[in-house]
């Protein structure tokens, strides 16, 4: 990932209080949604609306100027945002990989006056100071109290960024289904698109293969797009997650662009900045130049909140 994974998420846990690095440790894969490796993680503090983000270490091998690009995207939203102090994780099991990548973010933010409130390494089973030799502190997560909390609460946390995006990997059958529609199924207009989504979301149901032909022949169709997205909120965001995942899967390639940016802004408003990349990924590998997924890739870029959505109106919001 060359761009920063932003899940605008609200703060950990109610009552969450990091005393030590297990506690950090504990709560990162909540926030990003799955288990994080070769990468750095960086948490913002202080700002008006608090954001993670997560990055891939640069590549052993890096030039140092390689390095400070990558310091440059996650230092660069901190400062727009206005952030006050970061707290690093660094995981990775090459101790000199994740030390020069830790070097050069503390100067980076440091030279960006944010303080750097603490920067951890992990590898899964030891902790160390990122910057910093020594034999490390062995952890264990998968008893603390704030991840038993989580499952208790129906939480689901994947073993990988990449069993994230397999989520959206395609459903043979159901493609095949909707391709066969596809060949007699017209778009559908303005008003049934509105009425199926709602029938949907109130229901729970899934739309046949009838209807997801039609939908994805609709919002090809950028005016169309607008009813499928404008009118979500961060209320019923996770609501149109679900939808429109499923209909991501069941979507043939040449007609993907359109629902996946729809889900991909879904992701994004519902706090799944992960998945919104994910999605935002399989819409420009099709279409590079798609309007709604280069959008929701400048909102994940630039850290937008999705409480700025709420309160700037959804007007505002509306790409040219």
Same mark, same amino acid.
């Given at each position: 990932?060359?761009?920063?994974?932003?899940?605008?998420?609200?703060?950990?846990?109610?009552?969450?209080?990091?005393?030590?690095?297990?506690?950090?440790?504990?709560?990162? +894969?909540?926030?990003?949604?799955?288990?994080?490796?070769?990468?750095?993680?960086?948490?913002?503090?202080?700002?008006?609306?608090?954001?993670?983000?997560?990055?891939?270490?640069?590549?052993?091998?890096?030039?140092?100027?390689?390095?400070?690009?990558?310091?440059?995207?996650?230092?660069? +939203?901190?400062?727009?945002?206005?952030?006050?102090?970061?707290?690093? &994780?660094?995981?990775? #099991? #090459?101790?000199?990989?994740?030390?020069?990548?830790? $070097?050069?973010?503390?100067?980076?933010?440091?030279?960006?006056?944010?303080?750097?409130?603490?920067?951890?390494?992990?590898?899964?089973?030891?902790?160390? +100071?990122?910057?910093?030799?020594?034999?490390? =502190?062995?952890?264990?997560?998968?008893?603390?109290?704030?991840?038993?909390?989580?499952?208790? #609460?129906?939480?689901?946390?994947?073993?990988?960024? @990449?069993?994230?995006?397999?989520?959206?990997?395609?459903?043979?059958?159901?493609?095949?289904?909707?391709?066969?529609?596809?060949?007699?199924?017209?778009?559908?207009?303005?008003?049934?698109?509105?009425?199926?989504?709602?029938?949907?979301?109130? =229901?729970?149901?899934? +739309?046949?293969?009838?209807? &997801?032909?039609?939908?994805? $022949?609709?919002?090809?169709?950028?005016? &169309? $797009?607008?009813?499928?997205?404008?009118?979500? =909120?961060?209320?019923?965001?996770?609501?149109?997650?679900?939808?429109?995942?499923?209909?991501?899967?069941?979507?043939?390639?040449?007609?993907?662009?359109?629902?996946?940016?729809?889900?991909?802004?879904?992701?994004?408003?519902?706090?799944?900045? @992960?998945?919104?990349?994910?999605?935002?990924?399989?819409?420009?590998?099709?279409?590079?130049?798609?309007?709604?997924?280069?959008?929701?890739?400048?909102?994940?870029?630039?850290? &937008?909140?999705?409480?700025?959505?709420?309160?700037?109106?959804?007007?505002?919001? $509306?790409?040219?």
């Amino acid at each position: 990932m060359t761009t920063p994974e932003m899940p605008s998420l609200p703060a950990p846990p109610r009552g969450f209080v990091a005393r030590e690095p297990a506690d950090v440790l504990a709560v990162v +894969p909540l926030l990003l949604g799955f288990e994080p490796e070769d990468c750095v993680v960086m948490m913002t503090f202080g700002a008006e609306h608090q954001f993670h983000a997560r990055l891939d270490l640069p590549p052993a091998g890096a030039t140092d100027a390689e390095v400070a690009q990558v310091a440059a995207l996650l230092v660069e +939203p901190a400062v727009r945002h206005h952030v006050t102090g970061v707290l690093l &994780v660094f995981y990775s #099991d #090459d101790a000199e990989r994740a030390r020069r990548s830790a $070097r050069c973010l503390v100067d980076a933010f440091g030279a960006a006056g944010i303080a750097v409130l603490d920067a951890i390494r992990a590898d899964g089973q030891r902790h160390w +100071p990122a910057t910093g030799p020594g034999e490390g =502190t062995a952890y264990d997560v998968s008893a603390h109290p704030v991840r038993a909390q989580a499952v208790l #609460d129906g939480h689901v946390t994947r073993r990988s960024r @990449a069993e994230l995006a397999a989520t959206l990997d395609p459903d043979a059958r159901g493609r095949a289904d909707v391709a066969r529609a596809l060949e007699h199924r017209s778009a559908l207009p303005a008003d049934e698109v509105s009425a199926l989504l709602l029938g949907c979301l109130v =229901t729970g149901s899934a +739309p046949g293969a009838d209807e &997801v032909a039609g939908l994805v $022949r609709a919002v090809a169709d950028p005016v &169309v $797009r607008d009813v499928a997205w404008l009118g979500m =909120t961060r209320h019923d965001a996770d609501r149109h997650v679900a939808l429109w995942s499923d209909v991501v899967r069941r979507t043939p390639d040449e007609w993907l662009p359109g629902a996946a940016a729809v889900l991909g802004f879904a992701a994004w408003l519902s706090g799944s900045g @992960a998945l919104a990349w994910c999605a935002v990924d399989r819409c420009l590998a099709v279409d590079p130049d798609h309007v709604l997924g280069g959008y929701v890739g400048q909102l994940l870029e630039r850290a &937008v909140p999705p409480q700025a959505w709420a309160e700037a109106g959804a007007d505002a919001g $509306r790409p040219a």
